[in-house]
């Protein structure tokens, strides 16, 4: 699992309250990721980190924003969670060779 | 990053070889085929990778055409848990790694 553990791994939440994902990991690998995956989407990049404090969008970035204080730590948060925003949600973390996943968080909104 | 296209589904016997096409005729000079497969429910797992030779690992090899507008994964003696959906990519560093819809692949008794 290249050292990657998402937290939490299920999450129910009510319409317009802040979430918080955690993806830790534990190689000091310079490049993360969040994905979301919803069905017939398949996955969709929206934030990647490529440094302590350097953060960039992906192609669905509306609605969250992202943190990386510490090399270990990619945090995306949700500031005002809605419905569309219902998924499973994967942090990734770039080993050279292409990039590695973590097992999962399933967020679901109210 | 090239875009790619897959059958979005395959049947294949237990036992057999899987062959797994993907069409990149866009694809750039610096650009990888990367192949990843994902299980039901969990993380996208990393299969093999390459740029204009063919490969092989533990996992599967990878063929891909003189003019890399395509290429196949094998799974040479596909088994029930082989049952996945199986995504290939075209990238390089600096990119956004961008999944499309894979393909399907039902490996059946």
């Known amino acids: 699992d290249a050292g990657i553990t998402q937290s939490p791994r299920h999450k129910v939440t009510e319409t317009g309250t802040p979430v918080t994902l955690r993806c830790h990991q534990t190689?000091?690998?310079?490049?993360m990721y969040w994905y979301r995956q919803d069905p017939g989407h398949g996955l969709r990049l929206i934030h990647y980190s490529y440094g302590v404090k350097d953060t960039d969008k992906g192609e669905v970035s509306d609605g969250y924003s992202v943190s990386r204080s510490k090399t270990e730590d990619f945090l995306l948060t949700l500031e005002s969670a809605t419905s569309s925003q219902t998924s499973v949600y994967f942090c990734a973390i770039s080993e050279g060779v292409g990039l590695f996943f973590g097992s999962g968080t399933q967020l679901s909104v109210l | 990053d090239a875009k790619t296209t897959q059958p979005t589904s395959m049947d294949c016997a237990e036992g057999r070889a899987a062959n797994l096409p993907c069409n990149h005729s866009t694809i750039s000079g610096n650009e990888y085929v990367y192949w990843y497969r994902q299980i039901h429910s969990q993380g996208p797992q990393y299969i093999i990778h390459g740029l204009k030779n063919n490969e092989t690992n533990e996992m599967a090899s990878l063929i891909i055409t003189e003019d890399r507008k395509s290429s196949t994964l094998i799974l040479p003696h596909a088994t029930l848990r082989d049952t996945a959906v199986y995504y290939c990519?075209?990238?390089?560093?600096?990119?956004?790694?961008?999944f499309g819809g894979g393909t399907r692949l039902m490996v059946k008794p």
């Open positions: 990519i075209a990238y390089n560093a600096g990119n956004m790694l961008t």
């Open positions: 190689e000091n690998h310079r490049y």
